[in-house]
C-alpha cells in the first residue's frame, strides 16, 4: 500500500528513535492532540519505545469523548420517541448516555443505524418518506466537510425528512483551553494531521505566537509520529517554538479550499461545550439559520433535564493530558469498555480504551 | 462425488407453486411435505435420509466429537459463499479441529415468512455441494417458519457427529512451553467480505469469503504429526485475535505474536484501514490456528503450502511461559503491546 508501508518501516523508525535518544537531554512532556495519534502510539508499541525522558499525554481529539452527554441524551430520546431513525457513526453508539447509549436503545427496539457516509442517511431519507431520519454529526473539522454535504445534497434534492443533530468541536480552541489551564503541563503539540488536511495550517501560528509553544502538524503512522515528536523535541531543546509540518505528503498550508467552503456554507461557529471539560467559547460548529430546517436541534426542540456525570469518572482530566488513564482508580476495575463510566473508555479513539486493549495492566501508569 | 454430479444437482429448481415461503411451510401440513418432498429431500437424498424418520439410526464405531453451531449472517449471500456453505463447513471444521473427521450432519431452518423460494433453493444446493465436498452427509433435520419481521430471512443449525482420528491429542491441556503457533492463511477475508454488503457500509471491492472445509487438511496433519500437533481452533468470530487470548488464558501460558509475520493481503488491510478495524479481530471462515511442537513446526508449514487451503500458512509466534494469561504483539516497529479479547462487536470509526 502506497504511503503505508513506507510509514510502517521498521528501520526507518529505528533511525528517528536513535535520533530523538541522541537529542533529548532534559524531560519533556508532548502532547498528541488526536485520539487516532493516541491509538497508533499505543497500537504500535511506540510509547515502549520512547525515551523515559519524553513524556506524552494524549489530548481531547476523540470527537466521541467529548459529545456531551445531553446530546447523547437527546439523540437517544429522538430514536425512541420520535419515531426517528437515528443514524450514526460506529463509535458514537456504545458512549453512555446518563441513562442508556444508542446501542441500549437499539437492543430495545428504537431504529438506530450505523452508517459510514452520512449521505447514506440522505439516502435512507429519501426511501422512508414518512420517517424522520438524523444523522448525529460528531466530530472535529475532520467529519465537518461530509456532514454539511449530506445538508447540501438533501437540500438539493429536496428532501425534507432530513437533519443533522450536530456535536461539531474545533482543534484550535481546545488547545488553547489545554494551555491556559492553570494545571497544564504540555510543553509541545503535536497537531492532528487530518484536522490540517481540511483546515490547514493558517489557524496554528497565532498559538505558537502568543504560547511560545512548538506545533508540529503530524501523521498517524508510527514513523510519522516518531518524526514529529522528533520534530517538537529538536525545538524544545532549542528553545525554539514555530509551526512545522512533518505530515506534508497529505497537508497543503492551505488546507482544503472546497471542503473548507462546504463548512462555511453550512455551519457557523459557535460556543461548544465539550464533556468532561466544560464550555469553550467559539469551539465548535452549529448548522446556520440558512439551514435551519436541517438542524434537529431546533427541528426536535425539546428540553431535556440536563444529568450529572460520574462521579467517579476523571474524563476531563483525561482530556486535558492532566492524568493518564492508569491514573485513574476506576480504570480497569469498575471501567471497563464494557461498562464504561466515560466515552474515553469506549471509543477506539479514547486514551482509556487504547490503553486498556493494548497495554500491560502493570505498565500502565 | 464428481464435478458432473455437482452441477446437475445445483439445478434445476423443480416448479414448485409457490414463489415465497409462507407460515404454511412450517406447519407440518401439505405446504411442508411439498417444500421438502420436492425440495429439500431431493437435493440432499441418501440412504438414511431417505428413511424420513424422526431421527437417523446407524452406528459408528470408535471415539466420536459431537458438535453444533448456528449460523445467522447477514447478508446470507455473499461475496464468496453463502449461509449454507458456512452452514456446513462450519460444523464440520469445528470437528475437525477437535480432531475429529465430520460423518453426519443435522439440518434445521428457521425460514423468515416471505423468503423468496428461489434463494432457498440456492442455499439448500451450496449445503448439498458443500456436504459433497466435505464428504458427510445430512441425515435429519427439521424446518420451522416465523413471521415476517422475526428472522432474518434465514437462520440455519448444523449439528455434527464425527469419528475421531486416532493419533488426536488437541486441547488446551497439550499445548507446552515453547510450542509455535501457526497459522493457516490469511486473515479477515471472510468479515470484510461481509462487510463489504452490510447496508451503509457498501463499498467495492473483490475480496471474498475464505470460507471451506478444513477436515481433509486436519486429517493430513494429523495423519503425519500426530501428537505433535497440540492445538487447533478455527479462528472464526472474534478472530485471531480471541483464538490466542483463548489459549492465553484456559491453556495457562503467555502467547507472543509477531505483526510482521501474520498474512494478510493488502486488499484487506485497506479496508481494514478504512474502516477502522484491526484485521486480528475479523471472523475468518477457513483460517485455523494450529500449535505445535517446535520440531515439527516448518514441517507442519510445508505441508500446509501444499495444500489448497495453507498455501499461505506461516509461523507466526511461540508459547511462552512468560506474561500468562497475556498474548502479546511484537509490531512491525518493533515495539510490544498486548492483545486483548474485543468487548463487544467491533464498530467502525469516525475519521
Redesign the interface.
Known amino acids: ?1 502506497k504511503y ?1 508501508h513506507e510509514y ?3 528501520a526507518v ?2 533511525k528517528y528513535l536513535a535520533e530523538l535518544k541522541h537529542v533529548v537531554t532534559r524531560p519533556w512532556t508532548i502532547m498528541e492532540v488526536c485520539g ?1 495519534q493516541t491509538h497508533s502510539l ?8 520512547l525515551p523515559d525522558k519524553i513524556n506524552m499525554v494524549h489530548g481531547p481529539g476523540c ?2 469523548c467529548v459529545t456531551p452527554l445531553h446530546l447523547i441524551d437527546k439523540a437517544v430520546y429522538l430514536a425512541e420517541e420520535k419515531n426517528v431513525i437515528l ?1 450514526s ?6 458512549v453512555p448516555g446518563s441513562k442508556k447509549s444508542l446501542l441500549e436503545a437499539k437492543a430495545a427496539g428504537a431504529d438506530v ?5 452520512p449521505l ?1 442517511a440522505v439516502k435512507l431519507a429519501k426511501e422512508n418518506p414518512d420517517k424522520e431520519v438524523v444523522f448525529f454529526a ?3 473539522e ?2 465537518a466537510p461530509a456532514n454539511a454535504l449530506s445538508v447540501l445534497h438533501a437540500c438539493r434534492e429536496a428532501v425534507m425528512n432530513y437533519s443533522i443533530l450536530t456535536s461539531h468541536v474545533l482543534v484550535p480552541p481546545a488547545i488553547e483551553a489545554i494551555v491556559n489551564d492553570k494545571a497544564n503541563v504540555v510543553q509541545g503539540f503535536l497537531a492532528a494531521g ?1 484536522v490540517c488536511t481540511i483546515m490547514g495550517m493558517d489557524e496554528y501560528y497565532p498559538i505558537v505566537e502568543k504560547y511560545k509553544l512548538p506545533i508540529v502538524v503530524t501523521g498517524f503512522e ?2 510519522d509520529l516518531l518524526q514529529g515528536i522528533l520534530m517538537v523535541v529538536k525545538q524544545l531543546e532549542r528553545g525554539e517554538y514555530k509551526l512545522e509540518n512533518q505530515y506534508s505528503r497529505v497537508v497543503r498550508p492551505e488546507g482544503n479550499p472546497e471542503a473548507r467552503q462546504v463548512i462555511e456554507d453550512i455551519f457557523e461557529i459557535a460556543d461548544r461545550e465539550w464533556r468532561g471539560i466544560g464550555n469553550i467559547p467559539l469551539s465548535g460548529y452549529e448548522v446556520n439559520n440558512n439551514y435551519a430546517a436541517y438542524d434537529a436541534n431546533r427541528k426536535f426542540a425539546i428540553d431535556l433535564t440536563k444529568a450529572g456525570e460520574s462521579k467517579e469518572c476523571i474524563a476531563g482530566e483525561i482530556l486535558r493530558g492532566i492524568k493518564k488513564p492508569g491514573q485513574c482508580p476506576q480504570f480497569g476495575k469498575k471501567c ?3 461498562n464504561p463510566l466515560g466515552a474515553p473508555m469506549v ?3 479514547g486514551a482509556c480504551a487504547a490503553y ?5 495492566m502493570e505498565e500502565l501508569v | 462425488m464428481n464435478e458432473k454430479n455437482i452441477i446437475q444437482l445445483s439445478c434445476p429448481m423443480p416448479g414448485f407453486d409457490f414463489d415465497v415461503i409462507n407460515l404454511g411451510h412450517g406447519s407440518g401440513g401439505v405446504l411442508t411435505h411439498k417444500l421438502l418432498n420436492s425440495g429439500v429431500f431431493d437435493v440432499l437424498k441418501n440412504d438414511l435420509l431417505n428413511t424420513k424418520h424422526d431421527g437417523a439410526v446407524f452406528e459408528l464405531n470408535g471415539k466420536l466429537a459431537f458438535s453444533t453451531d448456528s449460523y445467522v449472517v447477514n447478508p446470507v449471500f455473499f461475496p464468496g459463499g453463502n449461509i449454507g456453505e458456512l452452514a456446513v463447513n462450519g460444523t464440520v471444521n469445528d470437528l475437525a479441529m477437535c480432531g475429529a473427521m465430520a460423518k453426519y450432519l443435522s439440518l434445521a431452518f428457521i425460514l423468515e415468512e416471505g423468503l423468496p423460494i428461489e434463494e432457498f433453493w440456492q442455499i439448500l444446493n451450496s449445503i448439498k455441494k458443500s456436504a459433497d465436498k466435505a464428504g458427510v452427509q445430512v441425515v435429519t433435520g427439521d424446518t420451522k417458519v416465523v413471521e415476517k419481521g422475526k428472522g432474518d430471512k434465514i437462520f440455519i443449525n448444523t449439528s455434527g457427529i464425527g469419528i475421531m482420528h486416532e493419533k488426536a491429542a488437541i486441547g488446551f491441556s497439550s499445548i507446552e512451553e515453547d510450542d509455535l503457533i501457526i497459522i493457516s492463511g490469511n486473515i479477515a477475508a471472510h468479515g470484510i467480505a461481509i462487510m463489504s454488503k452490510r ?3 457498501e ?1 467495492e471491492t473483490d475480496i471474498l469469503s475464505d470460507t471451506c472445509n478444513l477436515n481433509f487438511t486436519i486429517k493430513k496433519l494429523l495423519d503425519r504429526f500426530g501428537t505433535l500437533i497440540h492445538f487447533l481452533r478455527d479462528a472464526t468470530r472474534g478472530g485471531v485475535a480471541s483464538v490466542l487470548n483463548e489459549v492465553a488464558k484456559d491453556g495457562g501460558f503467555g502467547v507472543e505474536i509477531r505483526q ?1 509475520e501474520i498474512p494478510v493481503t ?1 486488499q484487506v ?2 479496508a481494514c ?1 478504512m ?2 478495524l ?1 484485521p486480528l479481530y475479523v471472523a475468518n471462515e477457513g483460517v485455523f490456528i494450529c500449535i505445535v511442537n517446535a520440531s515439527v513446526a516448518d514441517a507442519v508449514v510445508e505441508i500446509l503450502h501444499q495444500d489448497g487451503n495453507g498455501i499461505n500458512a506461516a509461523i507466526i509466534g511461540n508459547i511462552t511461559t512468560g ?1 500468562k494469561g ?1 498474548v ?13 479479547m474485543l ?2 462487536e467491533q ?5
Open positions: 500500500m503505508l510502517r518501516d521498521a523508525a529505528d487516532g499505543v497500537k504500535n508499541g511506540i510509547l515502549s519505545l470527537p466521541v443514524c457513526y460506529g463509535d458514537m453508539v456504545r443505524r450505523i452508517l459510514y457516509s447514506e460528531v466530530g472535529f475532520t467529519t487530518h508510527p514513523v471497563t469498555p464494557l471509543s477506539s479513539e486498556y486493549h493494548f497495554s500491560k | 447496508q451503509g457500509l463499498f510482521k493488502e488491510n485497506g484501514e474502516l477502522g484491526d506474561h497475556q502479546v504483539l511484537q509490531s512491525n516497529i518493533g515495539g510490544r503491546r498486548v492483545v486483548n468487548p463487544g464498530l467502525p470509526r469516525i475519521c
